[in-house]
């Protein structure tokens, strides 16, 4: 009997944890998407090298 | 590091899969994922330029010289297909977002991008293991 009555209160122990974790989600913030990243700079980048390459071996 | 961009590649695979399972907020995890992934590519962007910058520094001839700015273009393409791959997928999630519905070719969408981290992966790898 008193197990009985310890597994239907952890039953609504359980259902009331699951309505609280259910209704945090609905009132949640919608989450916003990022700005892009930045766009690939291989010119600049490669420009770079070969000033550090050219300043190294002069070519 | 490399082991960084898998985990989120793995992870937004993941989350991929439970955007399919869990229903009403499936549009909102698929837009959580695209932040990971956006945040993943703003790291890989930062550190490819300091790795390229100090590989080319430690060079000791002008041959390795050139294979360090080689791989260096190579990891920057790495880097532009992650971009263009992830513009195409937040365009979708833009458009879902404005109807509030997740688009029906997002798994094609997750797969693009997670193999185009991986690939970065291996190009931010590759310079890593450059003398």
């Known amino acids: ?59 | 590091m490399m082991d960084g961009y898998l985990v989120a590649g793995i992870v937004l695979l993941l989350m991929a899969f439970g955007a399919g399972a869990c229903g009403g907020s499936a549009l909102d995890v698929a837009v959580r994922s695209a932040n990971i992934a956006g945040t993943t590519a703003i790291t890989a962007h930062d550190e490819i330029r300091a790795l390229c910058v100090d590989a080319e520094k430690r060079a000791s001839t002008p041959e390795a010289g050139d294979v360090v700015i080689a791989t260096c273009d190579k990891a920057e393409d790495a880097y532009g297909a992650f971009r263009a791959a992830w513009l195409t997928m937040a365009a979708a999630l833009r458009t879902a977002m404005l109807v509030n519905k997740t688009p029906d070719n997002l798994p094609a969408l997750v797969a693009a991008v997670t193999d185009a981290a991986k690939n970065l992966a291996d190009a931010v790898e590759s310079i890593r293991a450059l003398p």
């Open chain 1, 1 to 59: 009997m008193i197990d009985t009555i310890k597994t239907v209160f952890q039953a609504i122990l359980v259902a009331l944890g699951l309505a609280e974790k259910i209704s945090d989600a609905a009132t949640a913030p919608k989450p916003e998407l990022m700005p892009a990243p930045p766009p690939a700079d291989k010119d600049a980048l490669d420009r770079e090298l070969h000033e550090i390459h050219k300043q190294k071996w002069g070519k």
